[in-house]
């Protein structure tokens, strides 16, 4: 790699059930970094939780791997002590044992859900002391857990549904009746359920009775400690936003309108519609958009919406505000998204959901806004945002004041 580049670490995968979209996301951001200014290199967490480098890992048609591609790829872990760069260490196996250690500059860490939009790996990164694009730990934490996340929006004098907690039982995946009827409280039928801390509505499901929700908690219970049910929204209209700081001021990408052809949006009109399921076929300038505008009918992007809807201004400008709100109360940065739900015949809205690392990093949003940013260039102010806020985070190489020291520190 050249050194008078910044090394830029695409971490995705990892070990969850929106594992297969990070990839796409991952392999999607690889293709938009701007080349000129940045070399880049994937790193590949697998569903078992082993972290791989290798060049194949930025090819779509390598995965999932098989024994073949397997020799292909080295297994690496994550240097822990801080340093002035970032570092990969290579784990001694086979003929690959004397493998260098891979220094980097940046992380950009692109998964969805568990294990690495959740604040955990940005704590990780934050205790080895390396730069990394999006959320911080807090708020990556807070924003991925749809239960905290109501509260902070309450506390922000931002509407939300009313909301109860459904909590996995210590045995098994079912609940007593009387349980599930005591913890619903003034939640009425119909009713929604999902889990609470997974996105890309795996596990959403609606709810006509008590027998109906209890039959699908099993499901969420499978993948999440926790369901959270909100009441049924008739004549359901959704609206999502994106909100940075990364260009100086905070500012608001375009709206966009999802249309759903069901009452639910779930995970295949989400990711695969209009693709023939093939999700994320075209990652290259084409399909993901590095230096012109990216095409949004190409796999996780083809979902059927309208981008700046006809919205009255009062609405328009309630999305917008209550995003930045949200985005300040966290301390945002990065480039999180912000889905908002509605009832279109009595104008009422609530801000529903924060996606910290959404799907392609909302790129599209970014491209029809007033002041267009080409997926390029976002991802390079989210690069160049990860250095100042590492930069804020400095401390001394010895930590311990002077006056509190109770330890002789030697040489």
């Not at 972290?51 to 048609?61: K, P, Q, T």
């Not at 049924?232 to 260009?247: R, T």
Request: aromatic share 8%; glycine share 10%.
């Amino acid at each position: 790699m050249s050194n008078s580049k910044k090394s830029i670490a695409v971490f995705f995968g990892g070990r969850s059930p929106e594992h297969d979209v990070s990839v796409v996301t991952g392999l999607q951001i690889l293709s938009a970094i701007d080349t000129e200014k940045y070399d880049t290199f994937p790193v590949y967490i697998s569903t078992e939780g082993e972290w791989l480098v290798g060049d194949i890992l930025s090819e779509r048609g390598s995965y999932m791997l098989n024994a073949e591609r397997r020799k292909q790829v080295r297994s690496v872990t994550l240097d822990l002590k801080p340093g002035k760069r970032a570092r990969l260490v290579p784990l001694k196996t086979g003929l690959l044992g004397n493998m260098k250690l891979i220094e980097f500059d940046v992380a950009v860490p692109s998964f969805h859900g568990l294990y690495g939009e959740d604040g955990n790996i940005q704590g990780l990164f934050e205790f080895a002391g390396v730069p990394y694009a999006g959320m911080r730990t807090m708020g990556s934490s807070v924003l991925m857990d749809k239960g905290a996340t109501k509260k902070v929006l309450q506390g922000a004098g931002i509407p939300v549904l009313p909301y109860a907690m459904i909590y996995r039982p210590d045995e098994g995946y079912m609940i007593a009746e009387d349980k599930l009827k005591n913890a619903m409280g003034d939640i009425k039928f119909p009713c929604i359920v999902k889990p609470s801390h997974l996105g890309s509505s795996i596990g959403v499901a609606k709810a006509d009775s008590l027998e109906e929700l209890r039959a699908s908690l099993p499901t969420i219970f499978e993948f999440d400690d926790a369901a959270i049910i909100e009441p049924f929204v008739q004549n359901l209209v959704e609206y999502n936003v994106s909100v940075s700081k990364a260009f100086g001021e905070i500012r608001t990408s375009a709206i966009e309108r999802p249309k759903a052809t069901e009452e639910l949006l779930d995970f295949k009109q989400k990711y695969l519609s209009g693709s023939d399921g093939k999700t994320g076929d075209k990652l290259g300038p084409e399909g993901g958009g590095t230096k012109t505008v990216g095409a949004i009918s190409e796999g996780m992007l083809s979902l059927t919406r309208e981008l700046n809807p006809d919205l009255d201004a009062e609405k328009a400008k309630n999305i917008q505000d209550w995003a930045v709100t949200m985005f300040k109360a966290v301390e945002g940065t990065g480039a999180p998204r912000i889905d908002f739900i509605g009832n279109e015949k009595s104008g009422e809205l609530w801000l529903n959901e924060v996606n910290p690392w959404p799907g392609s990093i909302g790129y599209f949003l970014w491209e029809a806004a007033t002041d267009p940013i080409l997926f390029t260039e976002l991802m390079t102010g989210l690069i160049e945002e990860a250095i100042t806020e590492r930069k804020k985070r400095n401390i001394p190489k010895d930590p311990v004041p002077a006056e509190a020291r109770l330890l002789e520190r030697k040489g």
